[in-house]
C-alpha cells in the first residue's frame, strides 16, 4: 500500500488499527497475517492468498446459493465470528466481499479495517459499515457492541439466500429507512419455514430481542 495514497485518503489510522487487530488472530476461517514491514514509499502486509476469490463473486455467478451451500459457509463464517468476539473484536463490515474463499473451497474472513475492541459491557458510537448490512442500532446513533455483527451476518445469509440483502435499493437512504422501519420479504423466495425463523431471529431490530451471542445461534435447528 502506498504511504502518499494512504495520506491523501486519510486512512493511516485505520491501517494500523487493521495491523494491531490482525497480528492477534490465528484461525482457520480468518485471513491470516503473517509479517507488516514497510519501505520508505509504502508499507507491506504478508498474508494468506485466497485463490478462490471473493464470495461476492461467486454469489454473482449462481444468483444465489442453495440452503445447503449456504448452511455450509454460514457455519465456517460463525466459527470464525464467534473467535473473534471472544477476544472482544466486532467485526462491523461482514457482506460479500469481505469474504474470500480458499484453494480448498473454504471461507477466510477478510478487511478487518473497520472492527474495533470492544470491552464487554462497552459499547461504541461510531457510524460506521455498508449500508445494506447495518444494523438499526448504528444507523439510529443508540451504541452497538458485538451483536451488531449478528444482524450483519443475518443480512449476509438473508442475501445468500434469496440474492439480494435486504430492504436492497439503489437509494441508500430508502435503504436506511427499511432497516429502522421495515421487516424484510421473505415470501416468494422459496425459503424453508425453519430458515425463515431463522433469519428473523437474526434480524430482530431491537439487539436485546435478537441473539446475544455465536453460541445461542449454533442452537438454532437450520443449523
Same mark, same amino acid.
Given at each position: ?150 444482524? $450483519?451476518?443475518?443480512?449476509? /445469509?438473508?442475501? &445468500?439466500?434469496?440474492?439480494? *440483502?435486504?430492504?436492497?435499493? #439503489?437509494?441508500?437512504? =430508502? !435503504? ?17 419455514? $425453519?430458515?425463515?425463523?431463522? /433469519?428473523?431471529? &437474526?434480524?430482530?431490530?431491537? *439487539?436485546?430481542?435478537?441473539? #446475544?451471542?455465536?453460541? =445461542? !445461534? ?6
Amino acid at each position: 500500500m502506498r504511504k502518499d495514497k494512504l495520506l491523501r485518503e486519510n486512512k493511516i489510522k485505520p491501517i494500523i488499527n487493521e495491523r494491531t487487530i490482525m497480528e492477534k488472530l490465528d484461525h482457520p476461517f480468518i485471513v491470516k497475517l503473517y509479517w507488516s514491514f514497510q519501505s520508505k514509499t509504502e508499507l507491506f502486509f504478508v498474508m494468506d492468498i485466497c485463490t478462490g476469490g471473493e464470495m461476492f463473486f461467486h454469489l454473482g455467478k449462481v444468483q444465489k446459493f442453495t440452503e445447503d451451500q449456504a448452511r455450509f459457509y454460514f457455519a465456517e463464517l460463525l466459527e470464525g465470528l464467534e473467535y473473534i468476539h471472544n477476544l472482544d473484536i466486532v467485526y462491523r463490515d461482514i457482506k460479500p466481499e469481505n469474504i474470500l474463499v480458499d484453494l480448498d473451497g473454504h471461507v477466510k474472513i477478510a478487511d478487518f479495517g473497520l472492527s474495533k475492541i470492544i470491552p464487554k459491557k462497552e459499547r461504541s458510537y461510531s457510524f460506521c459499515g455498508s449500508p445494506e448490512y447495518m444494523c438499526p442500532e448504528i444507523l439510529m446513533g443508540l451504541g452497538h457492541d458485538h451483536r451488531a455483527d449478528i444482524y $450483519c451476518i443475518g443480512a449476509l /445469509l438473508y442475501e &445468500l439466500v434469496v440474492g439480494f *440483502p435486504p430492504h436492497f435499493n #439503489q437509494d441508500h437512504n =430508502e !435503504i436506511y429507512r427499511g432497516i429502522v422501519n421495515n421487516e424484510p420479504e421473505y415470501w416468494g423466495h422459496d425459503l424453508s419455514e $425453519c430458515l425463515e425463523d431463522f /433469519l428473523r431471529r &437474526l434480524l430482530e431490530k431491537d *439487539p436485546a430481542s435478537r441473539y #446475544q451471542s455465536v453460541s =445461542e !445461534i449454533k442452537s438454532h435447528p437450520w443449523l
